[in-house]
């Protein structure tokens, strides 16, 4: 048996949005910016695209900029900002959870462009607190960059609070949505958002395609340099096929997100539960209320979450181990740890992330194989065997 949960990494692309791109590799192949008939055609397509794309998020086609995915979203975002500040203000506030794409970006910020970065502290299920975000505003702060929903345990952010708070104070605010696109509903002008990263992989479209909305009149330096594409502000031959594709993908989901929540929200209490009252010495990391429906992320005392990942593996399930960008470091996740989480705990992590696809049938073989695994590693560990019999050792 087959099992994908590892949704959160990356999803299968819908047939439907596979049918609509193949068009745009062959016959109607013309670059959307040529002034001829080819040209035309395409850019008719991207038109459409960008269209959909922005009715169903509130925005404005004029406010919605292809990219190469979230990892470029996030760096236009925040170095864009900072550059077209152009010196005046120089702090951004960010959370401890966020992705790489914008973690390494402010370390970058921090280094080469001597910006100061506030990582907002979250509490125990993974929430910051808007709260901390007020006294953290400062007269430089340029940018807020919280996270919509995070892609490790799935904690929801109170980004309504946030948009609301920055907009009185007239400060940017961007979030990465990557992992909200398909079950939250996003209204970019009612909850005050200035930029949205998001990316079409994570919502069964194709790889490689993402969208940075930028409200119109937020002054934003470009990143890529070079051809007029994008009204001038993101340079490189427009990919026809990936927007279509992303587009369809997109309506999809919006289309099928309260029907596709219901059923992979039931599916992931019934497994929570399941496995803390079928596995002991087990913790679900982040909380029960704001989380993404098809997010679950445990620690099992004793034992390696690598371990477990390759156990599930040779049973043919798919699952992550801290996020799959820092899997094959030794370095605990910082998510997790943000938590305040053990160290220990937090190596033991495994993420599953369901999907539209996932089965009840898929949850109960992962069940069976995840109790069996957890025994046989338990049964070969020496932590286990020297604490057992003594309870929890955290
Ligand atoms: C996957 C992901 C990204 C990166 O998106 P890519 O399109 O793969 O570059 C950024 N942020 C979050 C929260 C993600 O889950």
């Known amino acids: 048996m087959k099992v994908y949960l590892d949704n959160s990494a990356t999803t299968a692309l819908d047939e439907h949005a596979l049918a609509a791109m193949m068009p745009y590799f062959t016959e109607k192949f013309g670059n959307p910016s040529s002034l001829h008939a080819y040209g035309r055609e395409a850019s008719a397509a991207v038109d459409a695209a960008r269209d959909k794309i922005a009715s169903l998020i509130g925005a404005r086609a004029n406010e919605i900029y292809f990219t190469s995915g979230g990892s470029e979203s996030d760096n236009w975002a925040l170095k864009g900002a900072v550059r077209a500040a152009r010196g005046t203000r120089k702090h951004i506030i960010t959370t401890a959870i966020e992705h790489p794409a914008i973690m390494e970006t402010c ?4 280094k080469n462009e001597d910006v100061n970065v506030t990582y907002l502290p979250v509490d125990k299920d993974g929430r910051v607190s808007v709260e901390d975000l007020k006294s953290a505003v400062t007269d430089d702060t340029v940018l807020v960059s919280v996270m919509f929903a995070n892609n490790e345990m799935g904690a929801i952010q109170p980004i309504a609070e946030i948009g609301a708070f920055c907009k009185e104070e007239g400060i940017l605010f961007h979030t990465d949505a990557v992992q909200a696109m398909d079950s939250q509903k996003i209204d970019v002008n009612a909850l005050n958002i200035d930029m949205l990263s998001m990316s079409a992989h994570k919502f069964h479209g194709p790889k490689g395609i993402g969208v940075l909305y930028i409200r119109s009149g937020v002054r934003l330096a470009r990143l890529i340099a070079g051809g007029h594409q994008e009204r001038h ?17 997109l309506e999809t989901a919006c289309r099928d997100r309260e029907k596709n929540n219901a059923r992979i929200s039931a599916l992931r209490d019934a497994f929570i539960k399941r496995v803390t009252e079928g596995i002991p010495y087990v913790h679900l990391n982040g909380g029960t209320e704001h989380r993404l429906p098809n997010n679950v992320n445990f620690s099992f005392e004793f034992i390696e979450g690598e371990s477990i990942l390759i156990n599930l593996d040779l049973a043919g399930i798919a699952v992550s181990s801290g996020s799959a960008c820092s899997s094959g470091s030794l370095e605990p996740s910082h998510v997790i ?21 996932t089965t009840e049938e898929d949850m109960e073989y992962t069940y069976k194989v995840l109790k069996e695994s957890v025994e046989k590693l338990r049964a070969i560990s020496p932590l286990f065997n020297m604490e057992k019999g003594t309870g929890s050792y955290v």
């Open 107 to 110: 370390e970058y910020l921090e």
């Open 233 to 249: 502000m993101r340079a490189g031959t427009t990919d026809t096929p990936l927007i279509v594709g992303m587009a369809d993908a």
């Open 337 to 357: 740890l943000a938590l305040g989480v053990p160290e220990e705990l937090a190596h033991s992590s495994i993420r599953f992330s369901l999907g539209r696809d």
